[in-house]
């Protein structure tokens, strides 16, 4: 199995837009710098990976919304997982999940932090 260049973890939803908004600016910023990025969403980050909550997450300038973000991360082949376990435990279901992102097990967690080439923590 292949491991991203960079891992962004990220456990905030719209309680901790900024962690929000720096995981997918620096995810997009390093797809652009050819690098391959996963972000992983953990714990209350999960309700990003539902259809249309992200949308409303938006610090302003200088920064861009996560209604921009997001698409240009899938868009740009970045691979967005979402942890199963915590879905379950924060009551996300798997057919209110965005397309392209992808539902991962605490197994693949441990994996992608033990060897990817570089981890973003955001918690």
């Known amino acids: ?19 929000v908004t720096i995981a997918f ?3 997009v910023k390093a797809l652009e710098k050819g690098h391959d990025v996963e972000i992983l969403l953990l714990s209350d980050g999960v309700h990003l990976a539902e259809n249309g909550f992200a949308a409303k997450i938006d610090i302003g300038e200088p920064f861009k919304g996560i209604r921009e973000l997001l698409p240009a991360f899938l868009e740009s082949r970045g691979k967005l997982k979402v942890c199963s376990a915590c879905m379950e435990h924060n009551g996300v279901k798997e057919e209110d999940i965005i397309d392209g992102a992808e539902i991962i097990n605490a197994d693949y967690v441990v994996d992608a932090l033990m060897n990817s080439k570089k981890a973003l923590q955001l918690n």
């Open 1 to 19: 199995m292949e491991y991203p260049d960079l891992l962004i973890t990220l456990t905030a939803h719209d309680n901790n837009p900024n962690n």
């Open 25 to 27: 600016t620096m995810g």
